[in-house]
């Protein structure tokens, strides 16, 4: 079974783009790819979630699997709760992405949030799903001030937990990065205890299909499929 669960240390830091990018190549590599959104929060009926813009940038090969949407852009405990509508849980995300890889070569579980933003009432999060599935976890992050302290935050709370940290992906790389994001480029990975896997420049959603397909391997480190080395990033 392959499942990687895309997790961050933070919200709108680039999991969906990262998501997307991974499951691009996959899909160039000619695996099939299934996308599990467990929690989309923040919209509304017949809106557009995350697993969509995934397809919408990877490909409709993509498989898109949604399992609960909460109205209001809160923690999916908190949102449930607010909306009188039963929380995931992670033995329902566990079993979701176990159906998938039954019949797909790659499943990419996109979290809500950070790490340990919590699912349900019983404080249990997208870390207790991963476990279930002795998953790895790739770790999207920011380039600039305080990634470090925050990434190596979240490293900590997997090894704590016995889990595999797949790597680091710094989910906006700006277009002018300043002294911080090119000094925290070369010190992610020994700071978080875990390799650095690749950069999205900045603004890549805004990007048509064919171009983020393109861009892509440029982005992502060969572990991921793609081609980038550390010196790709300036």
Request: aromatic content about 2%.
């Amino acid at each position: 079974m392959s499942v990687l669960m895309v997790s961050g240390t933070g919200t709108e830091i680039g999991k969906t783009m990262t998501t997307a990018a991974v499951a691009a190549l996959a899909v160039a590599a000619g695996r099939s790819v299934a996308v599990l959104k467990p929690a989309q929060t923040g919209v509304g009926p017949g809106e557009p979630g995350d697993a969509d813009e995934v397809v919408r940038l990877a490909g409709d090969q993509v498989t898109a699997v949604e399992l609960a949407r909460y109205p209001e852009p809160l923690a999916p405990a908190t949102a449930a709760r607010r909306a009188g509508l039963p929380a995931v849980t992670p033995a329902e995300v566990a079993e979701a992405a176990e159906k998938l890889a039954a019949s797909h070569d790659l499943v990419l579980v996109e979290g809500a949030g950070g790490l340990l933003v919590r699912f349900d009432e019983q404080r249990r999060t997208l870390a207790d799903a991963a476990r279930l599935l002795n998953a790895p976890v790739l770790v999207v992050t920011t380039a600039g001030l305080g990634t470090l302290n925050m990434t190596t935050l979240t490293g900590e709370a997997l090894r704590a937990r016995g889990l595999t940290t797949r790597g680091i992906v710094i989910g906006a790389w700006p277009h002018t990065p300043d002294l911080a994001s090119r000094c925290n480029l070369t010190e992610l990975a020994a700071e978080a205890g875990a390799p650095l896997l690749g950069a999205l420049p900045e603004g890549a959603g805004r990007l048509g299909p064919e171009e983020f397909r393109a861009g892509a391997g440029e982005w992502l480190a060969p572990e991921l499929g793609g081609g980038w080395a550390l010196g790709a990033t300036t």
